[in-house]
């Protein structure tokens, strides 16, 4: 089996399909949208410098380019990275976007005044978390933020995931994740050890939503945290 805990190289390519064969993810989440508005609108925005981790075609760095931000965006898809580049040009954006893997961001210390996780994490395990986690407080400015969305325990994986510990799973065959290889959910207790390593943990809320007549829950962490 392979070991999950080796540091290097931890993108998966099953995101190259993904990216190929969907066309979603144009638009960021109104709670990503909050947090910039609350904490970053009244800076001088174009030398307010934030990065997405796991960008993907990149909908939260459009809107951040759109508000006048220098942005910045990476993501191990190359493909994803191409579109995400496309739309800025088409729409006259201007955004740095880079392929590249973030156990080991390319962005000297101190560089960054927020950080952003869209559902990145999540595909991680916790061992690589921590070291991601560790990379984020890195590249933050003292006092940086750090806005985090990611997967509950309470998240639909449906009756037969392919389990290898508590809350990591090698697949899951049903829901939103079904077929997108690796998945770590994470509990309240779990969030304030990992990230408390790193960060003032601001806050934690969650955002439940269902689907198909509330058959299927969606449920996710939003972790606002500020580095130390």
């Given at each position: 089996?392979?070991?999950?805990?080796?540091?290097?190289?931890?993108?998966?390519?099953?995101?190259?399909?993904v990216?190929?064969?969907?066309?979603?993810?144009?638009?960021?989440?109104?709670?990503?949208?909050?947090?910039?508005?609350?904490?970053?609108?009244?800076?001088?925005?174009?030398?307010?410098?934030?990065?997405?981790?796991?960008?993907?075609?990149?909908?939260?760095?459009?809107y951040?380019?759109?508000?006048?931000?220098?942005?910045?965006?990476?993501?191990?898809?190359?493909?994803?990275?191409?579109?995400?580049?496309?739309?800025?040009?088409?729409?006259?954006?201007?955004a740095?976007?880079?392929?590249?893997?973030?156990i080991?961001?390319?962005f000297?210390?101190?560089?960054?005044?927020?950080?952003?996780?869209?559902?990145?994490?999540?595909?991680?395990?916790?061992?690589?978390?921590?070291?991601?986690?560790?990379?984020?407080?890195?590249?933050?400015?003292?006092?940086?933020?750090?806005?985090?969305?990611?997967?509950?325990?309470?998240?639909?994986?449906?009756?037969?995931?392919?389990?290898?510990?508590?809350?990591?799973?090698?697949?899951?065959?049903?829901?939103?994740?079904?077929?997108?290889?690796?998945?770590?959910?994470?509990d309240?207790?779990?969030?304030?050890?990992l990230?408390?390593?790193?960060?003032?943990?601001?806050?934690?809320?969650?955002?439940?939503?269902?689907?198909?007549?509330?058959?299927?829950?969606?449920?996710?962490?939003?972790?606002?945290?500020?580095?130390k």
């Amino acid at each position: 089996m392979e070991n999950l805990n080796k540091p290097k190289k931890i993108w998966n390519p099953v995101w190259d399909i993904v990216y190929q064969n969907h066309d979603w993810g144009k638009y960021p989440s109104e709670s990503l949208i909050q947090f910039i508005a609350r904490n970053f609108y009244r800076r001088e925005r174009s030398k307010t410098k934030i990065l997405e981790i796991g960008c993907g075609p990149a909908p939260n760095i459009w809107y951040l380019a759109r508000e006048g931000f220098d942005a910045y965006g990476i993501d191990g898809s190359k493909i994803a990275i191409e579109k995400g580049k496309m739309r800025l040009a088409q729409e006259g954006l201007s955004a740095n976007l880079i392929v590249g893997d973030i156990i080991k961001l390319p962005f000297e210390n101190n560089f960054f005044d927020g950080v952003v996780d869209v559902e990145c994490l999540y595909c991680m395990n916790i061992s690589n978390t921590e070291i991601i986690l560790q990379e984020v407080a890195r590249v933050l400015k003292p006092y940086g933020l750090f806005y985090s969305r990611t997967f509950s325990t309470n998240f639909f994986i449906g009756d037969k995931p392919d389990s290898i510990s508590k809350y990591e799973y090698l697949n899951v065959y049903e829901g939103p994740q079904a077929n997108r290889g690796f998945i770590r959910l994470i509990d309240k207790q779990e969030i304030h050890r990992l990230y408390g390593k790193y960060f003032n943990v601001l806050s934690v809320d969650q955002l439940i939503s269902t689907r198909d007549n509330e058959k299927i829950k969606i449920s996710e962490w939003i972790i606002i945290s500020k580095k130390k």
